[in-house]
């Protein structure tokens, strides 16, 4: 499962490392989006790169994804995150029993849970690409 500000990255900066990341799950793996990630995107784009949205929707368009839905009404107390706007994604990410959640977001850098794995995109490569 990718996070928003790994999206962002991919669509807007596109480079060869994020590019490397995106063609390596999506031949290997299968690719999570979760509909409060996909929310999350598409305002980000309408706040800080209105010019770049069509860009967004192409993309989204033709990347192959599974969608899972994150619910409105959330329990709280299964985790402590220090950004409690955070807290929907890594929830949708535990209830959908995804294996890996790649963020470059610090928020995430300090919770101890078993799965997912967080990660950050670089680390990504190097663990399981290089």
Do not use: C, W
């Given at each position: ?59 989204l368009g033709k990347l192959s994804y599974e969608f899972v839905y994150t619910p409105h009404i ?57």
């Open positions: 499962m990718l996070d928003t500000n790994v999206l962002i990255s991919m669509i807007i900066f596109p480079n060869k490392r994020f590019l490397q990341v995106l063609e390596f799950i999506t031949q290997n793996h299968t690719l999570v989006l979760s509909s409060f990630v996909i929310d999350e995107l598409i305002a980000v784009a309408d706040r800080k790169f209105p010019a770049k949205k069509y860009v967004i929707e192409n993309f959330i329990p709280k107390g299964l985790f402590k995150i220090r950004d409690i706007n955070d807290y929907p994604v890594l929830y949708t990410a535990i209830t959908e029993n995804i294996d890996i959640f790649i963020t470059g977001d610090k928020d995430f850098s300090d919770i101890d849970i078993e799965k997912p794995k967080i990660i950050t995109p670089i680390d990504f490569i190097t663990k399981y690409i290089s």
